[in-house]
């Protein structure tokens, strides 16, 4: 870009001249006698992005999908309907299919605690489904719960 040929339309600002391989004002019309060193790094983008507070940067486009979240509440679900049937069946099982029902419900309510806290951590990193992710960590805490204080009074009793 030459005052000769100059591009119409083009802003002020610093530009490179190749006339004279300098870095020089241009003031939208013609060059300016302003120069500077030539940038060793040509930059099209900021330098510096700030990061958010919780320092993970999330650079995709908002979605309400959270597969952990939904997950989490499905197994929550699953285990409070296991621990229903439990409490609901106790004394007309045999105790071998007893300690089976035990186990399986320990497993869903461990695997919907996971889920929930993995979640949680999703729903922080990226705007997408953090209450359902609060809901099924406190759904599965209270079953959790319930579970231990049922193994523990069933070995005191």
């Given at each position: 870009?030459?005052?000769r040929?100059?591009?119409?339309?083009?802003?002020?600002?610093?530009?490179?001249?190749?006339?004279?391989?300098?870095?020089?004002?241009?003031?939208?019309?013609?060059?300016?006698?302003?120069?500077?060193p030539?940038?060793p790094?040509?930059?099209?983008?900021?330098?510096?992005?700030?990061?958010?507070?919780?320092?993970?940067?999330?650079?995709?486009?908002?979605?309400?999908?959270?597969?952990?979240?939904?997950?989490?509440?499905?197994?929550?679900?699953?285990?409070?309907?296991?621990?229903?049937?439990?409490?609901?069946?106790?004394?007309?099982?045999?105790?071998?299919?007893?300690?089976?029902?035990?186990?399986?419900?320990?497993?869903?309510?461990?695997?919907?605690?996971?889920?929930?806290?993995?979640?949680?951590?999703?729903?922080?990193?990226?705007?997408?489904?953090?209450?359902?992710?609060?809901?099924?960590?406190?759904?599965?805490?209270?079953?959790?719960?319930v579970?231990?204080?049922?193994?523990?009074?069933?070995?005191?009793?």
């Amino acid at each position: 870009m030459s005052d000769r040929n100059s591009a119409e339309g083009v802003p002020p600002g610093w530009l490179f001249d190749a006339e004279t391989g300098r870095t020089r004002w241009w003031d939208g019309a013609r060059w300016t006698d302003l120069v500077k060193p030539l940038d060793p790094v040509v930059r099209t983008s900021p330098a510096y992005t700030p990061m958010p507070a919780g320092g993970v940067a999330y650079s995709g486009a908002p979605s309400s999908r959270n597969a952990a979240a939904t997950a989490a509440m499905l197994f929550v679900v699953l285990s409070a309907l296991a621990l229903a049937a439990g409490i609901w069946l106790t004394g007309g099982l045999d105790p071998s299919a007893i300690t089976v029902l035990a186990v399986v419900n320990g497993l869903l309510v461990t695997l919907a605690f996971a889920l929930s806290v993995a979640a949680l951590v999703i729903s922080i990193q990226r705007p997408t489904r953090k209450a359902v992710a609060i809901v099924a960590l406190i759904a599965s805490s209270l079953l959790l719960s319930v579970l231990i204080f049922r193994l523990l009074d069933g070995f005191a009793g």
